[in-house]
């Protein structure tokens, strides 16, 4: 591959020769690609859309997000913390669950994925604050319940509750270790007694609940009682405030990095929801919870901007440390290879949009974004790592450290992504068994 791979922007060719080599495709641009470098042009409308959110990820949300990530776990929520002006900011944009509804569905799939691509583009802590905190609206609306959307409007700050403190990925326990003799592991932590009037829910949420401590309004998904015991596979789904009597929250997560995400625990002491809170009928709790899973692994977690722009650091830092990485081969390679799987991976989310657009639906594939990503920015940071040496070890605030502290907090933070969202070995189960129809003994 040739140096123009390097290049901070893409390279425009003519496609259309098809029988041209590479080499010898000229230079001169044939047609204008977007800011994001991937994606065919737009209408004019949504053009305009995409660069007001650029221009809102590179002014407002990348600078609030470096400084909140300098701040303990208690400063970030704080009342004068700079995440409340993000907030206020944000819902300044006008982009509302009420008005994607009221759009043509392949208009909406299209802006909903630009608006997440854009904003992890400025920092992926604030980008999927904004994605866990639509979630009740979102599925509000796909539900069509108009009533819960009234009540919990964009401005109510949301969270998703799933993980639980003995089982992540595997919270709906999909070995059935719960239901052998004797068994304890795969046990439910929380529990929805739904025999009564009203639901009631005792237990409780591990501390990865995106904006857990600071939700105005939750949905919940949790094992459900109906008279027969607890059913791991017997799901439900709630959406309700978080002011009800017998909610309590946990202490702030401290993390390695992305510190712009709040995270922590809830806990249910008897806590009475109203039974028209619930989501779907008897039954229904896995497929909501799998299309919400679809939409955080397919859509909403990693935005491909946020790696494309890892990937231009990535290639600026390798510039600036040419001649001692290029003793290493082996770091070129990595960074073309960088580059361009984050390339690739900005193209296979626009084909997922496209499918949107075009009335499907994100299934088991969004398990192969999820590995990709994961995988994707660890390589990346490590490669980083490399290239710097000894002084990649530098905390940030050392002297000599400048811009080195991304780096390493960005490597210690990748070490987290193949273990949140499903677990890498759960994506790879479910690749198996629902893509490939592999059978599971």
Known sequence: MNDTALATGPVDVDYRNLEAPLYRWPATPKSKLTISGAEASLPEHIAEFQQTLRDFAINVVRPIGIELDKLSPEEVIAKDSRFWEFREKYLELGVTIEALSEMPPREAALLFSILFEELGYGDAGLAISVGAGILPQWLSAKFGRADLLEEF?????????????????DMLDPNGAAAQPGG?????????DLTGDDIILNGQKAAWVSNGVIADVCILYCAADSGNGVDPHNGCVLVFPMNLPGISRGKPLDKMGQRALNQGEIFFDNVKVPVDCRLGGEGEGWSVAMATAGFERGLMLRSPARFQETAKRLVELYKANQETADEDPSIREAVLRAYMDAEAYCLTTYQTACRLMQGGKIGAEASTNKIFWSELDQQMHATALKILETRGELLPESPDAGDVGRWLDGWLFAQSGPIYAGTNEIQRNIIAERMLGMPRK
């Open 153 to 169: 409007p964009d401005a109510m700050l949301g969270c998703w509750g799933i993980t639980e403190p003995d089982h992540g990925s």
């Open 184 to 192: 304890k592991y795969g046990r439910p932590n929380l529990v929805a």
